[in-house]
């Protein structure tokens, strides 16, 4: 069926590196993608956003790239913090009739290393 | 940060008991969803509401039900509950219109002996 998944389930770094966290997708007509970031003991928290119309889009010390061609989906995180340590999850978004529903993959675990 | 608030944040209760787990949010927002995640795992979609008197089930079969009497409030209950209910509970809700970001509450972890 249609889904989306991440490619690692787990990621350490180094404290300081740049991080990169993977995303497939297999519905071409998703139009939306977030990231969500959850932390122990949290709900999920919206880190960043991209529209279909978009290959890039930045943050503050996060990129999220875009690739349709492939359905593929990247977060990006520049100088990688402790604080930064958690689940990240990529969901996708798209309409089905009157209906959008997201649909979100499992998570990245990330663990930054001292 | 978001006015998404849930309670309780942890439970312990038995076999057979019947509960309600709350949420509240103070946006405004028309849309409302219920997730189940289990522990380092993906968010499945139980229920969901377009506002006022609308509730759908989604996509992960669940014996829980929901109501949507107040646009603020999206209270979930289960009428018997089982250890196989045991879960972790996350509440979101999003704008009518735009592009559908959700924001989540805290979730409440539910254990059932």
């Known amino acids: 069926g249609e889904s989306v998944g991440l490619h690692l389930p787990t990621l350490s770094v180094q404290e300081g590196d740049n991080s990169i966290i993977n995303c497939a997708y297999s519905n071409s007509a998703s139009d939306y993608f977030i990231w969500y970031k959850q932390e122990s003991g949290k709900g999920p928290q919206f880190i960043i956003d991209?529209?279909?119309?978009?290959d890039k889009r930045q943050g503050q010390r996060v990129t999220v790239l875009l690739n349709k061609t492939v359905k593929h989906l990247s977060l990006q995180i520049a100088a990688t913090q402790p604080g930064d340590s958690a689940v990240y999850f990529c969901?996708?978004?798209?309409?089905?009739?009157?209906?959008?529903?997201?649909?979100f993959g499992s998570g990245t675990q990330l663990t930054v290393l001292p | 940060e978001a006015d998404i608030y849930q309670t309780p944040r942890y439970l312990v209760i038995g076999t057979g008991k019947k509960i309600t787990l709350e949420c509240s949010q103070t946006?405004?927002?028309?849309?409302m969803y219920w997730y189940q995640q289990d522990p380092g795992m993906e968010l499945h979609l139980i229920h969901y509401s377009y506002g006022v008197n609308s509730t759908e089930k989604g996509d992960l079969s669940s014996e829980s039900t929901v109501s949507r009497i107040r646009t603020e409030h999206f209270p979930l209950t289960l009428e018997s509950a089982r250890p196989s209910h045991t879960s972790q509970y996350l509440c979101?809700?999003?704008?009518?219109?735009?592009?559908?970001?959700?924001?989540f509450g805290p979730g409440t972890r539910l254990t059932v002996t």
């Open positions: 969901a996708e978004n798209r309409s089905a009739g009157s209906a959008r529903q997201l649909t």
């Open positions: 946006m405004g927002h028309d849309k």
């Open positions: 979101a809700s999003s704008e009518r219109t735009g592009l559908d970001e959700q924001y």
């Open positions: 991209i529209r279909s119309n978009m």
